[in-house]
């Protein structure tokens, strides 16, 4: 059984930081490719940012040099670091992995950006 659970979101003024963590209950979590996903209000959800079982990272343009996915498989969580938060990152976040092609996902936490 997989269960993922987010935390960390919250309301920042533009140009803030915010750190999301989403931790990993399950078997294997070294050998998984992670995922964040958002979804603004009226919008579809979209992919923000993926880490590979290797650390390797890939991020959406939206996002790139403002956004850091990382990871720690001793605790099975890893970490979206948001800085520089613009008003249009406003979104519920989730977190994401599949496992034998199902896919996982969080509660979602919300981040707002607003002055």
């Known amino acids: 059984q997989v269960q993922l659970e987010e935390s960390g979101g919250g309301l920042v003024q533009p140009g803030g930081s915010l750190r999301l963590s989403c931790m990993f209950s399950g078997s294997a979590f070294a050998t998984r490719t992670m995922n964040w996903y958002r979804q603004a209000p009226g919008q579809q959800r979209e992919m923000v940012a993926s880490?590979?079982?290797?650390?390797?990272?890939n991020y959406a343009d939206s996002v790139k040099g403002r956004f850091t996915f990382s990871r720690d498989n001793a605790k099975n969580t890893v970490y979206l670091q948001m800085n520089n938060l613009k008003p249009e990152d406003t979104a519920i976040y989730f977190c994401?992995?599949?496992?034998?092609?199902?896919?996982?996902w969080g509660q979602g936490t919300a981040v707002t950006v607003s002055s």
């Open positions: 880490i590979g079982s290797g650390g390797s990272t």
């Open positions: 994401n992995v599949r496992v034998m092609g199902q896919h996982y």
